[in-house]
């Protein structure tokens, strides 16, 4: 069964502090990974989309990460702000036929 | 300004009342979906479209319907709601299906501000 599991749940962090959230995935074949992020009661906003040739995408302070072989994404954050604050969704998606599998999603709150 | 547009955005309503929920892009895009957001669940898509007059069936398409009769209007129709589909809404669109091996493999998908409904 396509899945697609985000870790941790929830995070804490001060800011001005570097984290690290994780996406693990089942869906075969594979054909690219998207990170969003949503603030509370808004849309998500696209990230970095990665195909299964990348291994690498950055947008700003936010640098994501992608090992086919294992089915393991991070998206890293520098720098954390207070406006880093939100949910942050993990989607990948399979070949023709196959939907996008969402991610239950990492809330991430940043404490001044 | 390139943006996905839903109305109403809060709609309280009672069970069995025929309800509709606009959606419209300004950005040309073919593909769009509609999706719920339950807690606990993530994003759940109920209907999606290739282009104008070609829809086809999400995850959960169960007591909805959609049409695509033009290019930038996608509705979602709840012909009976009932309390189950009380949830959060979001429209989205992108230039080719964010799905597959083909063009679409980077397109940026858009999303709607979000329609937040209560079935009573």
């Known amino acids: 069964k396509n899945q697609v599991e985000q870790s941790p749940q929830s995070l804490i962090i001060l800011e001005g502090k570097n984290c690290t959230l994780q996406c693990n995935y089942t869906v075969s074949p594979f054909s690219n990974l998207r990170w969003y992020k949503q603030d509370t009661g808004r849309g998500p906003v696209s990230l970095t989309i990665m195909t299964f040739s990348e291994n690498t995408k950055s947008n700003g302070r936010y640098t994501a990460t992608l090992d086919a072989d294992t089915k393991q994404s991070s998206l890293h954050i520098t720098a954390s702000q207070l406006s880093d604050s939100a949910s942050y969704i993990c989607v990948v998606s399979g070949q023709a036929g196959t939907a996008l599998i969402f991610g239950k999603g990492t809330t991430l709150s940043v404490s001044s | 300004e390139a943006q996905v547009t839903q109305n109403p955005r809060y709609l309280i309503t009672v069970t069995g009342k025929k309800l509709t929920v606009t959606c419209s892009q300004n950005m040309n895009h073919e593909y769009m979906s509609w999706y719920r957001q339950d807690p606990g669940l993530g994003l759940r898509q109920i209907y999606y479209?290739?282009?104008?007059?070609?829809?086809d069936k999400g995850d959960v398409p169960e007591g909805y319907k959609v049409s695509r009769k033009e290019k930038r209007n996608f509705p979602l129709i709840l012909e009976s709601p009932s309390p189950n589909q009380t949830s959060l809404y979001f429209c989205?669109?992108?230039?080719?299906?964010?799905?597959?091996?083909?063009?679409?493999?980077?397109?940026?998908?858009?999303f709607g501000p979000g329609t937040r409904l209560t079935v009573l």
């Open positions: 479209s290739m282009n104008v007059e070609v829809t």
């Open positions: 989205a669109s992108s230039l080719t299906p964010p799905v597959g091996g083909g063009a679409g493999l980077t397109d940026t998908q858009y």
